[in-house]
């Protein structure tokens, strides 16, 4: 299953977050830490930061 999916299904509040962090495998308070991730990996690829030289 698309992780992408599994977490918009909780955010629309259609699991808990037990159920997400049990699909995606990891621990609850890692779904947690994700979810307050200002910068998602995927979008860290499109807009890198930059380097100060």
């Known amino acids: 299953m698309d992780k992408r999916k599994?977490?918009?299904a909780y955010r629309r509040g259609?699991?808990?977050i037990q159920e997400c962090a049990q699909i995606l495998g990891?621990?609850?308070v890692q779904v947690?830490?994700?979810m307050?991730?200002?910068l998602p990996a995927d979008k860290?690829?499109?807009y890198p930061q930059p380097v100060n030289g």
């Open 6 to 8: 599994v977490i918009t």
């Open 14 to 16: 259609f699991i808990t």
């Open 26 to 28: 990891i621990d609850s």
């Open 32 to 34: 947690l830490g994700i």
């Open 36 to 38: 307050n991730d200002p």
């Open 44 to 46: 860290s690829r499109i």
